[in-house]
């Protein structure tokens, strides 16, 4: 079956602009997560999505980032006032069910002017 | 917190050679431990996911070993071969009550044919 995807693939953006991510989950899959990987750098988790539960915030780095999942379907993360420092590719993966092999999207490539 | 060490950071090795690399983690409170590659450019592929109750998984010529009390893992890849190039990056689930992964900075691999 499918896999995980994400949209754009790539994205330039000017400092200060709003940005939207969106990730389609695998059909089925009760959890959801969002991770950050800057260049040369290791992947920093974002956000954890588990059903209908509230969601694991506790990795987003600033109250510009913000993300939604309805149900078990399409996640977005909003970027809000994009900074510099927020170029990096994010990286959408899902999960049958938490602590479950995650199944990893291709990422979307940000760079902020 | 948790902190995961990968050693060593990058490794060449000429193909068939067998060879081993190091996960290490600080908290020994996890649910699971997975290890995954990365292929320039593109998302993560899993290779194998060990749970908090087990000591080892095997997949083909891979095999991850979990010794969760002192906080170590190790992947045994056997008989390498150039298609192995990537990055191996080990992460953790947990410590308890927490459902997000904890991930290391990774190995870069070479196998040189």
């Known amino acids: 079956g499918a896999g995980v995807s994400q949209s754009p693939s790539n994205k330039v953006t000017e400092k200060g602009k709003d940005v939207e991510l969106r990730c389609d989950p695998i059909s089925g899959h009760t959890a959801l997560y969002w991770y950050r990987q800057r260049l040369g750098q290791g992947l920093e988790f974002l956000i954890y999505?588990?059903?209908?539960?509230?969601?694991?915030k506790s990795g987003l780095p600033s109250d510009r980032f913000s993300a939604e999942r309805t149900g078990e379907s399409v996640s977005t993360l909003t970027i809000q006032r994009t900074q510099q420092e927020d170029s990096a590719v994010y990286l959408c993966?899902?999960?049958?069910?938490?602590?479950?092999?995650?199944?990893f999207g291709p990422g979307t490539r940000l760079l902020v002017l | 917190k948790q902190e995961v060490t990968q050693i060593p950071a990058a490794l060449s090795v000429p193909e068939g050679e067998n060879l081993v690399l190091n996960c290490s983690f600080t908290d020994s409170a996890i649910y699971n431990l997975q290890w995954f590659r990365q292929d320039p450019g593109k998302g993560l592929t899993s290779l194998l996911l060990i749970q908090s109750s087990q000591r080892e998984q095997t997949s083909g010529r891979l095999n991850a070993s979990l010794d969760k009390s002192s906080g170590r893992s190790t992947l045994y890849i056997a008989a390498s071969q150039p298609g192995d190039s990537a990055t191996y990056l080990c992460a953790v689930m947990g410590p308890s009550g927490t459902y997000k992964y904890i991930f290391g900075t990774g190995t870069r691999l070479k196998v040189l044919a």
């Open positions: 993966a899902s999960s049958q069910r938490r602590a479950e092999t995650q199944y």
């Open positions: 999505f588990q059903g209908n539960s509230a969601p694991d």
